[in-house]
Every structure is written in structure tokens, then in C-alpha cells.
């Protein structure tokens, strides 16, 4: 089992950037792909990215390819997701999440933990 626990939100102007964290304790980090996933207000929760076990191979979605990078430190147990040129339209609260799985998926209910979230607004 793993916790995860998520850090670096906040209110930004559109443009602007924010350094999500995800910490991470109990079992092996390195066991776990890792993905990043966000839900507005309304709207389903939806797959950002993710990254493999030890980050060799990294999947974006559209929306936020060419503007946010998935990376990990697997010694420091913590992942992370720089967001650039942000949007009023990335305004959500943003997950963390792991699995088992040997290749992370895009559904969030291919994953087995998850963060409480960590909140990012984008003003217009």
C-alpha cells in the first residue's frame, strides 16, 4: 500500500506556472507507475498524464501536451508536474494517483491510490 499526498496549488494568473508534488510513503515507490488526473467543478475527473515505474516513458493528454511535464525522483519518492503557459480552463483540483500496473493507463479507475488533491485556480 501507498499514501500519497499531493502539494503546490494555488491561484496563478493565466500564463503563469505552477510545481505540483506528490509524495509518496509506504510500499516501494519505484513498484508504481504514476499519473496525474484533474476534476472541475461539474465535470468529470479526467486523465492529465502519467509516467512509468521508473519514468522512462511519459503520456500526456492533449489538452496539456506542450505545456506540462510529468517527471519523478523515485530515491526522494516524489513525482511531480510543472504546468506552464496555464489556462483558465486547467482551473481544477489536481490528483495524484498510482498503479500497480506495469504501464500506466489514461482511466482512472485503472489506479489503486489516490491523493485528496491539491487545488489549482486560473484567473483570467
Known amino acids: 500500500q501507498v499514501q500519497l499526498e499531493e502539494s503546490g496549488g494555488g491561484l496563478v494568473q493565466a500564463g503563469g506556472s505552477l510545481r505540483l508534488s506528490c509524495a509518496a510513503s509506504?510500499?516501494?515507490?519505484?513498484?508504481?507507475?504514476m499519473g496525474w488526473f484533474r476534476q472541475a467543478p461539474g465535470k468529470e475527473r479526467e486523465f492529465v498524464t502519467a509516467i512509468s515505474r521508473i519514468g522512462l516513458r511519459t503520456y500526456y493528454a492533449d489538452s496539456v501536451k506542450g505545456r506540462f511535464a510529468i517527471s519523478r525522483d523515485n530515491p526522494k519518492n516524489t513525482m511531480y508536474l510543472q504546468m506552464n503557459g496555464l489556462k483558465p480552463e486547467d482551473t481544477a483540483v489536481y490528483y495524484c494517483?498510482?498503479?500497480?500496473?506495469?504501464?500506466?493507463?489514461?482511466?482512472?479507475?485503472?489506479?489503486?491510490?489516490w491523493g485528496q488533491g491539491t487545488q489549482v485556480t486560473v484567473s483570467s
Open positions: 494517483a498510482a498503479t500497480s500496473r506495469p504501464t500506466p493507463g489514461v482511466g482512472f479507475d485503472e489506479y489503486n491510490y
Open positions: 509506504g510500499r516501494t515507490f519505484s513498484s508504481y507507475a
